[in-house]
């Protein structure tokens, strides 16, 4: 088995530990147990050290081309960026294909500071950043057309009840969850 064939296994592998774990296991996301299950959700790995906008394109053309195709994951184990960096490379991505929407997600995204599980919509709003702490670089790509009806309240109403739930269920848990998923990760590349 070549390298890379070695670490796209395990970078899947941690991909739906996140997958399962954090967004189904924690309930952040109303719809994704469902999508997960329902075989929704493509996952790929790109193997490259820089992210490139060409190859995430032909893979959302893949997706369009898919119409059960709800949700596609772009998992980039190599690169290594800032989170700023991997922002504007998912606005890139955006504006390249309106078809899907892309989300960043990365693993250097800080915690929560002190203070934002107090309450509150901007409180509930600065957890998002912990949430997005994935074990790679990721783009997550949303069929726009899915989003089409569920713009506003729903995404407060999603962000407050993940803000009710992290509170509940204690940052520290979710966030040692995402440190163990993290060492993982690094074990499982080191060995590749």
Not at 17 to 29: D, H, K, M, N, P
Not at 84 to 111: I, M, N, T
Not at 184 to 191: G, K, Q
Request: with cysteine; aromatic share 6%.
């Amino acid at each position: 088995m070549t390298a890379d064939a070695a670490l796209i296994i395990e970078a899947l592998r941690v991909n739906a530990r996140y997958v399962e774990e954090v967004v189904i296991g924690w309930g952040l996301c109303p719809w994704a147990a469902r999508a997960w299950s329902d075989g929704q959700v493509t996952q790929r790995v790109f193997t490259g050290a820089a992210p490139d906008v060409a190859p995430v394109t032909a893979f959302i053309d893949e997706l369009i081309a898919k119409p059960d195709a709800a949700i596609g994951l772009a998992i980039f184990p190599r690169v290594v960026c800032t989170v700023g960096a991997w922002e504007k490379f998912a606005e890139q991505v955006r504006r390249s294909r309106g078809e899907f929407l892309a989300a960043a997600f990365h693993p250097d995204y800080p915690p929560p500071e002190t203070g934002a599980l107090a309450g509150g919509a901007i409180a509930a709003a600065r957890l998002v950043p912990l949430l997005r702490r994935t074990p790679d670089p990721t783009l997550q790509l949303v069929r726009a057309s899915l989003l089409d009806g569920l713009r506003g309240q729903v995404s407060d109403d999603v962000t407050r009840d993940n803000h009710a739930t992290v509170a509940a269920r204690g940052a520290a848990a979710l966030d040692a969850l995402l440190a163990d998923i993290r060492r993982d990760r690094d074990a499982s590349y080191a060995r590749v």
